[in-house]
Each structure stands twice: as C-alpha cells, then as structure tokens.
C-alpha cells in the first residue's frame, strides 16, 4: 500500500508517522515544494529574534529520523495535479521536469497561505527586498538576510494578531523600531476587548508603536518603505515611513488541487472532510489548516493551529491505513501568545461567537493573584469567564497575566474543563492544586466561577423585582 | 437562627462566610482556641525561612474584614463539650471561666494534630525550647523565636512529608544546616520511588543531609538535641546532634469533641460525613481535616488539605443555613509541594491504591519539554502515568521539574482530566494551548499518554503471543 502525502508540515508529517506506526509495512511518500519537511513555522519569530540562533534549529526532526521512520521525502517537489481515476500525482521535480507518483491513499496537507489584505501597491511583486511576508521557513530566511545585509533601524508591522505580535517583540528584542498597524479596534480580534487593551499598554511600554483602527492604503517600497494610514471612514491620511514592511494578515486555506480534484469546500473556503479526516473522495484524506476544524461548541469552523494540525494529521494518517476508528474529537479554540512579559490566552467561545451559536452568554471580568499574596513575586491574572446562563455551562475564558504567573498552562485547567461540558459550579469542585508560593486555596479559576455565580444570582434576583414590580 | 463554628481556620471560616452569603440574617459565632482566625498555616515554612516578615500577614484575612461580613469571632475560647439535647456548646473562655453558647445549627471544624511518633525520650514534654511541632501559627512563633535568640546552626527535622520538606528548605534559606529523617525508604510516601529519588538528589545539592529508610528510636533535649538512628531492623544505632529539632510526622484527625457528643468515625478515625457534611447528629455538621474525605476514585479516604477544607467548610456553610442541594464532589487526591527549584506534583491513584481499589494499573515513567527546545531555557519534566489496562482510564500522574515548568498548573490539567473520568485516548484529544516559548504541540502530558498507549499495545501483543505459543 502506497500512501502519498502532500505537504511537509504538521499535519503532513504527523499522518506520515501515524501511517508508518500503524502499519510497518505502508510505503510513505511526503512531496513538499519547498526544502524544509516539518519544520515548526511557529519558532520563525524566535529566530528574527536571535533568540534561535541557526534556523535549521526549528525543524521538529531532520532528515535522518524522518527517514529513519521509514518516509520518503521528496523535497521541492510541487504536486501540480491529482488523478482520481488513475491515482496519480503528478509533480513537477527539482529539475523543472514533471513525473507521477501513484498513490493507493493520499493525504492533502496543503496548509495555508497568508492573506493580501488590499493595498495599493502591494498586490503585485510582494516579497521583494523591502516588503515581506512571514509564513514559511524560506520566508524567513529572505527577511533574516535583510535583517542582516540592509540597514534596519524601523519596521512597519501590518496586522497585529498572534503571530504580527510575536515578531513586532522579536524585532524589538533586535533593536529595530517597530511600528504597527491593525484595521480592527484593537489587536487579537479572538480577546476581550478590555485584555487587548491591557497588551496594547505592554506593547507601548516596550516602545512598539501601534496603531488600531486604522487602515493602511497604499505602500510605496523603494530604497525604504513608505505607507498611507485612513482611519476607518475619515478621509484624513497620514503616511509613515520604515526601512521595511511585514504584511501579517492571517491565512487562508490553500485549497486549489483539493478543489480542482472535485473536493468539497466546506467553512471559510476550507477543503471539507468528516471527522476521519475522509475529504469524501475515495481514498483521498486531508489534515491540517487547509480543512475545517470540528469546534465541539460551534460545530463546523476553521482554526488553523499547529496543534489541530498534528492531531488531525495523526487521524488521517491512521484513517488512510485502514484504521477507521480514531475519530477527531474537535477543538474548543485554545490559543495562547506570548508578548514580551505578557502571556494572553483563551479558550471556548467569545460571547459574540456564543450568541451566535445559541447559548444565553453572560461574561465577567475580574482578577485574581497567582499565589498567596504573602509570598514574594504574587502577580495579578485578569481574566474573563463566560458562561451560559440558562445551563451554567462554561463557555470560555480569556486570561492575561506575566509569563511567571503560568497562564499558558491555567488556560489548559479551562480548556480541559471546557471540552468536558463542565459547568461553572463544577469549575468550584475541581481538585486543583496548592501551596502558597504556586497558587492560593481556590485556583484564580474558581474565584472568578464564584464571582460569576454571584453576578448571575444577583442579576436574576433583579429581573425577579422588576418583573414584580410589573 | 444562631450558627456556632468549632474552629477558626479553613473549614470554619469558608463555612462561616458561605453561612452569611447566604443567609444574611444567619448569626454565625466562631470559636476559636487561639488568637490566630484564618491564618493561612501552608504559609508558615515562608515565615520561618524569612521571605514572609510579618507573620501577621500569613492572615487569609484580618480580624476586621471577618467582623465585616458579619462573623462574631470568639478567641482564645475553647469548646469543651457538646450539648445536643440542650443545643448548647460548653466553652472555656479567655478569663479561664466558662459558659454555654446556644446553637441553632453547629458546624465542627476542629482540624487535625500532629501526629506524635513513638520516639524514646520526645511523648512527655514535646515542645521545649529546643523540641519543636510546626503545626499552628503559635507553633511558628515559639519556633522564630528560638531561632532567632538561640544559636541555631544545625536542626534536625523528623520527618519528610510535604511540610518536612518544605520545613528543609525554609532553614537551608535562612543559613541553618539540615539534617532530616524519614522512617520510609522514600520522601513523600504518596509520589513515585523514580521521582522521590530525584527530589532526594535536589535536597543532597542544596546541602540538605536527608537519611531515609530511618528510624529515630530517641531524643535526648538538653543544652542542644541529640537523636540515635536506626535503620530498619537492624540493630546498629548511630547518633547525631543539632541545636534543635522538628517534629513533622503527619496529622490526625482532632475528634474528641464529635466523639464525646456521639458523632461516627469513619476512615482514618476521622469523624464521619456525608456529602452535606452532615453528621448524623440533628443540626451538627463537620468539615475539614476532622473529617473523611470522599473520593473520587477510593470512595471514603482521609486527605486532610487546605484545599479540601476550604471546599468542604463552604458546603458545610451552606448546608447549616438549609441549602441542602450542594454537595461536596470529592477529591482526586492532588497535591504539589515546592522544594526549592524543583516542583513535585501528583493527581489520581498511585499504583498500589489502583490496584488495592480493583483497578488494573499499568504504569510509564517518561519525560518531556516543557516548551520547544530550540526556544531557550527548555526544561525536562519527569512524568509518571497510571492507566487502567483495561478500560484505558486515566488513574493517577505525578510530576517532577523546575518552577519554570509550570508544573503546578499542569496537574490541575490531569486533574481536571481525572475529575471527568477521561480516558488516555482523550488526553491526547485535549485541545490544549501552544506557543514555542512555553509549549509543544503535544503537550508533554499527551507525550505520556501516547507513550501510555503504545507500551499497553505492546504488552497486549506479547501477551497474546505468549498465549498463542501456548
């Protein structure tokens, strides 16, 4: 049994593995287009940084154990065309020339490209040496040797979500400028509002200048870069002027050979597939961020995640060899970023995202210390907790607080409860553990379940004298 | 309708301010033994080692802020005996008089005591200035005292427990070298042999002189103390001396009040509730380190923790003022205990309670990252991880690795995991956050659990071999 893989990235490689753990004797084949198989994209800003000093550092594994698992890896090599009937790849090879591969089982794993947002001036000849994009290990390396080779003392950061975040800290940690522009009201679209604002403050101790709500609508690159700032309606312009510009602006799901091969798109344009990873073309499988993401609250989303990637990439991988009872069980919409000293996280939904899926949200934002206030180095948590006011389930929180204050692993204590159905009365029961200088009696977690219960009896009892009242 | 509370700590006083949330118009009198109400007694290692100055601030909170939610709290007044035909509570007072306290409802809280180990020389006497217990806020300040007035160079502390330990660390800060004894092979009886040895390792750097396996058959306290030890049975008997000694051997359940009023013990001597805290007694409810402790997996057990106590106390509360339909969900048994760098965790069963329980344990020793290596200051976490063979239930996991790690936080994952009765399968479908500087994306605790599964594959597969070779 021959099973092909397009792709070299998370969800690619971990189908390859789970493949080959499964069934030793599977014959597996990983096409990638570029030279970088399974390397982990998430680690590029800790290397603009100087943080990872050689770029070969963020391969997950190198060659040698990816081949000592037993996968075949053809590196530049692009898929251009997928046969059905006959179950052919067709590729075009290192050399320019074309050949194909035949397959028994394939898994798509094209991943995502990032999004041009429209700009004038920036449509055509994107990369050039002073305007970037920040998506693949061969990306960075281009903007590392500008970095290196040109004279960069101020950098114009487009887009301030997740990963525009990290690299405006990585290019601050370097030294350089950075200056930053963000269409929406406030940075991390995903957040409560009232946190964002908090990181916008950390942001602008650490001297990066951001910029929300504003627009950015044509982009000169010359011997530097110069962009035209419009806030939202107003017909005001600014320009600002940067030695170079990184547009991040999301990712959308790269889809074209799924498409042209008669697969189904499902949620924002994603390649559909059920939970088996089956895209309902016999014998064709795809993982990772070119497909839908199952959201166990919201049912049918798209979340492209490296975690989602690897642990859908794991169920294909052991779907395409006949092993059809692993099913992929769905995310709550975990995400976690660093910035600076700062650590923001959430999990489950938003309250808009709840009310549009049903529930009867009620949010509170409150705060709590990480450990008993008595103990050197206690740090305030902000959170926010959402819940359903009619069943009491949780439905998401939101948390920000320094990185000592481990909320990249409190955010999992919710996101574990989340993905359980929990309630918030059940959030108070948990079994969680203490000692004065890692955490006080009731977790953060559970004082703000209190105070959400207190807030919701409070409110109910309001409505009762009103209506009372007539 | 008059609430009177037997005891000022944890259990008490979340009893006493669930008791006033909930019925504002509830009198609620504690009665405490000493001058110290809601004092945060996890926090006394950290006043003795001098990060916390003012003892006083070891206060979960202060005497006004209790008088503020509306709590009578009687000091220095200790109950002698219940009246439960009467409803009344025989109290000696300050004065050394005494008096009657009327009740409506009674809530028993009295907590735990040191437990006394039988040692030649140490039953009659046992606090001296040179013989010293840790357990109460005055314990800790008879031991500043000496402390700080006596030349203390050297101590010796009987026991190696989570206090035991903790009690190490506190007198390594301040200067004082440590020579500690444990009677059991291991530190900390409730953690895996693996990772006990290498918290052992970590006290042996940090200069602690700990002896396990070892028995202190006797005390001598004069001008310093000396003790004479014994390993297991052998008869060869070394001494050594320091300027003091400690005492930290555990606790029991403090009844004798309950019993004297006809309540029922139940597991470890403890006074006997149901998930109400009731006790069977018209009107009287305990909680606390006093009572049993339901379990989510061993059904009745005793586990005497601030955590509990503080969980069972607001149940206990709200039962007293007639809100029967709370009850008190039950413990997984977590517990985490700082020791100088390093950070011991553990939830669920160890294996000798799995199988004791009737489950059939099978158990890996495995280690992790705690963030992406590439990323600086990765850290290696040791996790052991019990499972049930046959059901693939998550039973039990315990923890080693520096603070950095967060692996307190990541406990509380595994026990929230634990709590809803996840499977191993399920660990690895949590969907839990990553970022390069602080995670994978396997989480080291799906690492474990992945790891779980392919070594019980493996296992089933030689078994079946076996069996198939007759």
Redesign the interface.
């Known amino acids: 049994m021959r099973l092909v893989i397009i792709g070299g990235s ?1 969800a690619g490689i971990a189908g390859a593995l789970r493949a080959r ?1 499964l069934d030793p004797s599977c014959d597996v084949t990983v096409v990638l287009d570029d030279a970088y198989p399974n390397f ?1 994209i ?2 590029i800003p ?1 290397y603009l940084s100087g ?2 000093v050689d770029w070969s ?2 391969a ?1 594994r190198t060659l040698e154990e990816l081949s000592s698992y037993g996968i075949a890896i053809r590196m530049n090599t692009r898929a251009l065309a997928i046969d059905r009937s006959r179950h052919q790849l067709l590729c075009r090879t290192p050399d320019g020339g074309s050949q194909e591969i035949s397959w028994d089982r394939l898994i798509i794993a094209t991943g995502a490209t990032p999004v041009i947002p429209t700009i004038e001036g920036l449509s055509a000849g994107l990369q050039t040496d002073r305007v970037f994009l920040v998506h693949t290990i061969a990306d960075a390396r281009a903007l590392m040797s500008a970095l290196s080779s040109v004279q960069v003392t101020r950098a114009l950061i487009i887009g301030a979500g997740y990963i525009g975040l ?1 690299l405006a800290e990585a290019l601050t940690t370097r030294g350089v400028t950075v200056a930053q522009f963000e269409a929406r009201e406030h940075l991390l679209a995903t957040i409560d509002p009232t946190l964002a604002g908090q990181l916008e403050a950390e942001l602008a101790i650490k001297g990066v200048e951001l910029v929300t709500g504003t627009r950015v609508s044509s982009l000169t690159a010359n011997d530097d870069v110069t962009v035209t700032l419009s806030r939202d309606l107003s017909t005001n312009t600014t320009t600002t002027t940067g030695d170079i510009a990184i547009v991040v602006a999301g990712v959308q799901p790269e889809t074209d050979l799924a498409v042209a091969a008669g697969a189904r798109l499902g949620h924002a344009g994603a390649i559909w597939v059920n939970r088996r990873m089956e895209t309902g073309i016999d014998g064709i499988f795809a993982a990772g961020d070119c497909v839908i993401t199952h959201h ?1 609250l919201l049912g049918e989303s798209y979340l492209p ?4 990637a ?2 859908q990439g ?1 169920i294909a991988g052991a779907a395409a060899v006949g092993k059809t009872d692993e099913e ?11 910035v600076f000293d700062q ?1 923001v ?1 959430r ?1 489950g939904l938003t309250e808009l995202e709840a009310s549009t899926a049903g529930f009867e949200p009620f949010t509170i934002t409150t705060n709590a210390d990480d450990h ?1 206030r ?3 180095g206690a740090r305030t948590i902000n959170i926010r907790l959402t819940g359903d006011v009619s069943t009491h389930r949780l439905l998401g929180i939101d948390m920000l607080g320094p ?1 000592s204050a ?1 909320v ?6 919710a ?3 989340l ?2 159905g ?1 309630s918030i009365e ?1 959030l ?12 006080t ?3 953060a977690l559970q004082i703000a379940a209190t105070e959400w219960l ?1 807030l919701v009896s409070q409110r109910q009892e309001s409505i009762s004298r009103e209506v009372a009242l007539g």
């Open positions: 998370d753990e982990s998430c680690g800790y943080e990872v550092k963020l997950h990290e166990q995640l490296g975690t989602t690897h642990k794991r992929f069980r769905g995310v709550v919409g975990t995400q976690v970023v660093k650590v996280a999990t008993k008595y103990y050197p990185t481990a990249h692993k409190r955010i999992d204590v996101a574990t409860a993905q359980s929990t059940e108070i029961d948990l079994d969680l553990a203490y000692t004065p200088p890692l955490g009696p009731w977790d207190q």
